[in-house]
């Protein structure tokens, strides 16, 4: 079964498409870490916000800017 696609939307480098860390964890496939976008969650006043990081550039952004292509 092929691993799903996202799209990440980075202010500095644009559209960057990339594996979901989560996804990639629960297979015996290797992503090369140039195509693993990260997910993690940081705190914030207002509670916990889910945040993603760049595989380029290393830019944390919000979560809602990925999505699957």
């Known amino acids: ?3 799903d ?4 939307d980075c202010p500095r480098c644009g559209q960057v ?3 979901s860390e989560t996804e990639v964890a629960n297979t015996d496939f290797a992503v090369d870490a140039e195509s693993l976008i990260e997910e993690q969650e940081f705190s914030s006043p207002s509670g916990p916000v889910s945040k993603c990081r760049c595989p380029q550039c290393g830019t944390w952004v919000s979560a809602s800017n990925v999505e699957p292509t």
């Open 5 to 8: 696609v996202y799209r990440l």
């Open 17 to 19: 498409e990339g594996y």
């Open 1 to 3: 079964m092929p691993l």
